[in-house]
């Protein structure tokens, strides 16, 4: 069984950082690739960003460039520095697994958290 456990969530003016964190538990080998997603009131979830287990990553459009993912091994915590924030970034922010599914934005992994709300004011 593997746990999720999503932090660093919070409300920030547009242009301001934020440092979002999750923590794995659980066999490793099923967290080799981990995503970033996110949800807004009324869409549809989409990736943000991916990471695989030699730390290569991919960024959707709309955040390439802003944001940056990055896994510690030692831990097996993923994290996502947003940087640059919009508005339009408000969103519940999801961390995800998966033993095989990677650099994938699409929403295939089979582990997911329970979510922090991210919330950017203009």
């Known amino acids: 069984q593997v746990q999720l456990m999503e932090s660093g969530g919070g409300s920030v003016q547009a242009g301001g950082s934020l440092r979002l964190s999750c923590a794995t538990s659980?066999?490793?080998?099923?967290?080799?690739?981990m995503g970033w997603f996110r949800q807004a009131p009324g869409k549809e979830r989409e990736g943000v960003a991916a990471v695989d287990r030699d730390g290569i990553t991919s960024y959707s459009d709309s955040v390439k460039g802003r944001f940056t993912a990055s896994k510690d091994h030692a831990s097996n915590t993923l994290y996502l520095q947003m940087n640059s924030l919009k508005p339009e970034d408000t969103a519940m922010y999801y961390c995800?697994?998966?033993?095989?599914?990677?650099?994938?934005?699409?929403?295939?992994?089979?582990?997911w958290g329970q979510g922090t709300q991210v919330t950017v004011s203009s």
């Open positions: 659980g066999y490793p080998w099923h967290t080799n690739c």
């Open positions: 995800a697994a998966d033993p095989g599914t990677c650099l994938d934005l699409r929403p295939l992994y089979n582990y």
